[in-house]
């Protein structure tokens, strides 16, 4: 069975500004840990802004924008277990 491959040409500004939006989020993780801003949430900011880093690296630079629905899926399924764990391991530390 042979499958339709079609080539997926990306601008080279969209590469460009996807790169420039990735270091502003890195700038604002920086700005989040070390002024403080949300004192008691700043992990869970640093978390939220991680995310939507690698977000922007799944969809742009892995070309996960063009994929079927199969893999973006089984992304999502692996995504909201990581995202479980983590809200299990965080409740338990909160409520010792």
Do not use: C, P
């Amino acid at each position: 069975m042979r499958e339709n491959i079609e080539a997926h040409q990306v601008a080279y500004m969209t590469y460009v500004v996807v790169w420039v939006m990735l270091l502003a989020l890195l700038g604002l993780t920086i700005t989040v840990v070390r002024l403080n801003l949300f004192e008691n949430y700043s992990v869970l900011a640093s978390l939220i802004i991680a995310s939507l880093k690698s977000l922007l690296v799944l969809f742009y630079f892995m070309h996960l924008k063009y994929e079927g629905r199969l893999v973006k899926g089984m992304l999502a399924l692996a995504v909201g277990t990581l995202t479980l764990i983590i809200i299990l391991t965080f409740s338990d530390v909160w409520y010792r």
